[in-house]
DNA sequence: TATAGACCTTCAAGTAGCTTGAATGTCAAG
DNA sequence: CTTGACATTCAAGCTACTTGAAGGTCTATA
């Protein structure tokens, strides 16, 4: 099977592939005597392990630690336990983080949607991007609270 | 006052500043006469403008869009407007895709807490890992379905 | 036979939003 | 006079790929 099937039946693209073959996840396969990569049933296995293991949200650095475990015949068991409860520590704050966002907005919309047209020294109107500014700001309100860190709501994606 | 005082009231790295300057996000501020890059009040604002839309999940493609805006006078509302109900859309999205990967995550934890000491050749026993596999793969498995796509929310069982 | 098109190849660079590192300069305190 | 904390620039690194350029291969059809 050429990588176009190898790829279709794996649900990723043929770039995709060639990248996970480029970085040694993936061995690399015989070729024709065109130069086309050739893949066999075994690779398709292979494949697929790394792309479940994507879907559950594994670095490349984890997967590619787990098959060379695997492939030393020594069960990573261990180790995956350990990614699987931190990959839920992680998912567990980040959806913390967007209900919180999701809230921050939720709330930003209705106000710009409520107040279109209260008056405002500018021919403007009430402005949505106003709200982004925080409650109160004139240029003299920052002034007045210059130790409001404003706390990093964002993780690292 | 200099780059680390800025970016310390803003709550950011000052090579963060230097890129959001590098990238146009902020104006290159003026210089004392060893080159050190001076800020004034002013320039503390907008960066905390950008941080907090940073924090609300804005690109910084969009908020240099909104900046621009605002400098042209023109009322950024209804470009924010719809960021924000589209911002609210992908939050929906990529929440209800953690709960779905939580769920399997919890599910295969369980799994290999579960059978600990099924007898193996080796001294390990059951093996999270294989449970990444697919149910009831041995290679045989897998050449005779051949069809199969595995889909994100596939749940094995 | 020519040519279109659907594949395949490699290599390089681009994406987002920064961070890190190397190599160097500035300046006050001990 | 040295140490240490700051500052500078430029380049490269991070993740997980995708996109593009420039080309080779093979089959089918006009």
Same mark, same amino acid.
């Given at each position: 099977m050429r990588i176009q099937t190898l790829a279709a039946r794996a649900g990723v693209a043929p770039s995709t592939v060639r990248y996970y073959e480029q970085i040694g996840l993936l061995p690399p396969p015989r070729r024709e005597p065109n130069g /086309?990569?050739? /893949? +066999? +049933? +075994?690779d398709l296995e292979r494949l697929r392990f790394v792309v479940r293991a994507r879907a559950l949200d594994f670095t490349l650095d984890e997967i590619r630690e787990i098959l060379a475990l695997r492939e030393r015949g020594e069960p990573p068991c261990d180790y995956v336990r350990d990614r699987i409860v931190s990959r839920l520590e992680a998912i567990e704050t980040r959806i913390a983080e967007l209900r919180r966002l999701q809230q921050e907005l939720v709330r930003l919309h209705r106000l710009g949607a409520q107040a279109p047209e209260a008056g405002s020294s500018q021919g403007e109107t009430a402005c949505i991007c106003r709200i982004i500014e925080p409650p109160g700001t004139? &240029? &003299?309100a920052v002034v007045a609270r210059p130790d409001r860190l404003p706390s990093r709501a964002e993780a690292p994606r």
């Open positions: /086309y990569r050739v /893949y +066999e +049933e +075994e004139g &240029a &003299a």
